[in-house]
């Protein structure tokens, strides 16, 4: 009886192209031995997740980052209480995670939930944008399908691992599904390295123990997959890169130092790597364009570059001004966190540290360039059609920049 075939698509968080080739540029190398720089997007793994997983730019599956200013539909006015807790209890990081899980489960959200550094007494201005599971059935806002949606309406089996769980549960459960034969497409999760890459930077022997590990982990999956399917396709890629931190700035002090009022003339969401503002006053967006304009470690991304980046949102929803970082130059404090990593991810996404890494054993005709192109490689291993974004979104023709 001959066998069937499978896919494999294997997820490593922050496995940039520059850290490949820093530690390990023979990683896989005579398994996988197609391999390629993958564009990324704008943001960090709330915006790349979602545009791997369905194939469409943020401003089409909606999701960007976490937070966004939306006091209408803000589920945070019945936490207002946790901003009488003292400042040195409420910059406790234990504390805050333990109150993230206590917000996530009274909200009944199922997607990853952080309240990270965001000050509680902002919070009602905020909504949050992950709210359910984007790899459960219909997890994308907006109902864009995904391709697990897609997988689960055709009845394909198929494996995915559960982003709950830490690396060595899901090599497991992978095997154990691969073992049993019945599955003709696998979604293996990874997310370790990041951690390492955050904590300790791209220079850090760390990073060669981790990639060495995975190296044997996948080896074995791949010989254990090669004794039960025929052919096995493998497909190795990362979402983004790392870059090292070379400088903090704290640009929550200059706009506060503006004497406007957050809340009544303006709002911000500080992510670690861009500010994004939202103008309620007249007054607040010539002054805090003033300060910007001030500020050379960081610049205000025009609607053009938002337009490349697929983050032209028609109602600004994520802000009506971004203020992007350089390279290596940290938000610090941020609404993320008070104490700055040693590396960090959500740069220009242009920038040779942002890139992401694809390695494969079954190069496609055509070549991803971005994320965005990993869906149509997906769906190819099971035999599912791919309809043009660009024919069922008009607004996604308007992209001047798209690299494809
Ligand atoms: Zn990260």
């Not at 009274?106 to 997607?111: E, M």
């Not at 090599?171 to 073992?179: D, Q």
């Given at each position: ?81 946790m901003?009488?807790l003292?400042?040195?209890v409420a910059e406790r990081g234990r504390v805050r995670r333990m109150l993230s899980r206590f917000v996530k489960q ?6 990853y939930f952080q309240l990270y550094n965001v ?217 993320m966190g008070i ?66």
């Open positions: 009886m001959s066998r069937s075939a499978l896919g494999i698509f294997i997820f490593i968080d922050a496995f940039g192209w520059k850290v490949l080739h820093k530690h390990r540029p023979d990683f896989l190398g005579d398994l996988l031995p197609t391999r390629m720089p993958l564009g990324t997007v704008l943001g960090y793994s709330a915006t790349c997740v979602p545009t791997i997983l369905t194939g469409k730019r943020p401003r089409e599956h909606g999701h960007m980052s976490f937070f966004r200013y939306d006091p209408e539909c803000s589920p945070f006015a019945r936490y207002r209480w901003r009488l003292p400042k040195v009274s909200l009944g959200y199922t997607g000050p509680f007494g902002d919070l009602p201005l905020f909504d949050y944008t992950e709210k359910m599971d984007l790899f459960a059935a219909g997890g994308i806002n907006g109902g864009c399908p995904t391709i697990f949606d897609a997988l689960r309406e055709q009845g394909i089996p198929f494996h995915v691992s559960d982003w709950r769980r830490d690396e060595p549960d899901n090599l497991g459960a992978l095997e154990t599904a691969v073992r049993e034969g019945t599955i003709r497409f696998a979604f293996l999760y990874l997310a370790a390295l990041d951690g390492v890459l955050h904590a300790h930077g791209t220079d850090s022997p760390r990073v060669t123990d981790k990639m060495n590990w995975y190296e044997s982990q996948i080896r074995h999956i791949i010989e254990v997959a090669s004794g039960v399917y025929e052919p096995v396709h493998v497909h190795l890629f990362s979402d983004h890169g790392m870059t090292d931190t070379v400088d903090t700035c704290d640009l929550m002090a200059r706009i506060k130092a503006l004497g406007l009022d957050f809340g009544t003339d303006y709002a911000a969401v500080y992510d670690s790597t861009m500010a994004r503002f939202w103008f309620l006053s007249e007054r607040a967006r010539d002054r805090i364009l003033g300060a910007l304009q001030k500020e050379p470690r960081g610049r205000i991304l025009s609607d053009e570059e938002l337009g490349e980046f697929g983050c032209d949102f028609e109602d600004r929803r994520y802000g009506e001004l971004f203020f992007l970082m350089k390279p290596g130059v940290l938000i610090n404090p941020s609404f104490t700055p990593l040693s590396g960090m991810h959500g740069f220009d996404p242009l920038d040779i540290d942002s890139v992401a890494s694809y390695l494969t054993n079954a190069p496609s005709a055509v070549a991803p360039k971005r994320l965005d192109d990993l869906y149509a490689i997906m769906a190819s291993e099971v035999g599912l059609t791919v309809v043009d974004p660009t024919a069922i979104n008009p607004t996604a023709t308007h992209a001047t920049g798209d690299r494809r």
